[in-house]
């Protein structure tokens, strides 16, 4: 079992920035992929960005690519997500989720293990 807990949300004026972080207990996450999704209260919940549990490699959705930023700290079981220069159409509700030896960064069905979520609103 691993235990997710997202924290760093809250609000923000257009063009500002967050770092959400997710940490992990339970098991260490070197063996599992990790993503982090969004969703709009109505809307389906939607890819953000992803790193593969090698760290060999990460994935954005085209939204967000160049503005936001996925990475790992091992030594503390946490990954982050770095948000610049946000727009109103980012608020949401930020989830992270683990995939064992996951390879399928942006297919929901892949994750094993989501936390709860995070708000974040943007404000124009």
């Known amino acids: 079992q691993v235990q997710l807990v997202e924290s760093g949300g809250g609000l923000v004026q257009a063009g500002g920035s967050l770092r959400l972080s997710c940490a992990a207990s339970?098991?260490?996450?070197?063996?599992?992929?990790m993503g982090w999704f969004r969703q709009v209260r109505g809307k389906e919940r939607e890819f953000v960005a992803g790193?593969?549990?090698?760290?060999?490699?990460?994935d954005y959705a085209d939204s967000v690519r160049g503005r936001f930023t996925i990475s790992e700290d091992n030594p503390k079981n946490t990954v982050y997500l770095q948000m610049n220069n946000l727009k109103p159409e980012d608020t949401a509700v930020y989830f992270c989720?683990?995939?064992?030896?996951?390879?399928?960064?942006?297919?929901?069905?892949?994750?094993?293990?989501w936390g709860q979520g995070t708000q974040v609103t943007v404000s124009s």
């Open positions: 790193i593969r549990w090698s760290g060999s490699s990460t």
């Open positions: 339970g098991r260490t996450l070197s063996s599992y992929s």
């Open positions: 989720a683990a995939s064992f030896l996951g390879t399928r960064l942006t297919t929901i069905t892949a994750y094993d293990y």
